[in-house]
C-alpha cells in the first residue's frame, strides 16, 4: 500500500564512492521530486520530472544525476561522492504541475565517511 | 526567488493545549501554501493546504489561517496530543512553478 518508496533506507558509503537510491510511486502522479534535507531539517528542492522529463534542475553539482525511466519512477545517481552529500534524501509525488499536494516517500539517510 | 521562514524554531505546549506555529513567506506570487508534519525518523506528511483565495481553512483539529497582506500564514492545533510532537514545515508555491521552497521547520514538543 506504500504510496511512494525508496530504497534503501540507510546508505553508509566511503567518498569518492557511487551510489544510487531508488524512488517508486503507484499514486499515478505526473510528478515527482528529490529533496535533501540537511542536519538542521532544512528541505531543498534538487529535481523534478514531469512526464520523465526534467522540469527542475536547481543548482545541485552535476555529479547529482537523476534518471526517471518511467513516471511511477525516479532514481537519483550520486558520483564521486563527498562528505557534504551526507543527508535525508526525499523523494515527492504530485499529480501534476504545481500547486499540488507532494507526497513524500520515507526518505534515505545517505552517511559518506 | 522565495523565503519561507518560521517565527518560533521550537515550541512547547501542555497536552489539551493549543498549539498555533506561525510561517512567513517573501514572494507575494505565491498562491497555495501547504502545512507538513514531519515525525522522527519519516517523511513530511501532508497536513493541510490552502490557496491564495482563501483567508482561513479547516481540518480535523488544525486550521491554517493566510493572511496576504502580511504575507503570513499560521497553523493551528486544537487539543494538541502527545502524537503531534513532530517538526511542522510551512512551504510556499507560485502557481505553475511546479515548486515548493519550504520553510527551516518549527519542532513542536507535547508535554504530557
Known amino acids: 500500500d506504500t504510496a511512494v518508496s525508496q530504497t534503501p533506507k540507510y546508505l553508509v558509503t566511503q567518498m569518492g564512492n557511487d551510489k544510487s537510491i531508488k524512488c517508486e510511486q503507484n499514486l499515478g502522479h505526473d510528478t515527482m521530486y528529490w529533496y535533501k534535507q540537511d542536519s538542521k531539517k532544512f528541505l531543498k528542492i534538487m529535481f523534478s520530472y514531469n512526464n520523465k522529463e526534467l522540469i527542475i534542475n536547481e543548482t545541485v553539482p552535476n555529479r547529482f544525476s537523476p534518471k526517471s525511466p518511467d513516471k511511477a519512477h525516479l532514481n537519483l545517481h550520486i558520483n564521486s561522492l563527498e562528505l557534504g552529500d551526507s543527508a535525508v534524501y526525499f523523494c515527492?509525488?504530485?499529480?501534476?504541475?504545481?500547486?499540488?499536494?507532494?507526497?513524500f516517500g520515507p526518505g534515505t539517510r545517505l552517511t559518506v565517511l | 526567488g522565495e523565503s519561507v521562514g518560521l517565527h518560533l524554531p521550537t515550541l512547547s505546549v501542555q497536552e489539551g493545549d493549543n498549539s498555533i506555529i506561525n510561517c512567513a513567506y517573501s514572494n507575494s506570487a505565491s498562491d497555495y501554501f501547504i502545512w507538513y508534519k514531519q515525525e522522527s525518523g519519516k517523511g513530511p506528511q501532508f497536513i493541510i493546504d490552502i490557496r491564495s483565495n482563501m483567508d482561513k481553512r479547516q481540518g480535523q483539529r488544525v486550521t491554517v489561517l493566510l493572511n496576504k497582506t502580511v504575507k503570513h500564514l499560521s497553523l493551528q492545533i486544537a487539543a494538541t496530543q502527545p502524537g503531534d510532537s513532530a517538526v511542522y514545515f510551512c512551504a510556499g508555491e507560485e502557481a505553475g512553478s511546479y515548486q515548493l521552497t519550504f520553510g527551516k521547520g518549527t519542532k513542536l514538543s507535547v508535554i504530557p
Open positions: 515527492a509525488s504530485c499529480v501534476g504541475a504545481g500547486t499540488d499536494t507532494q507526497y
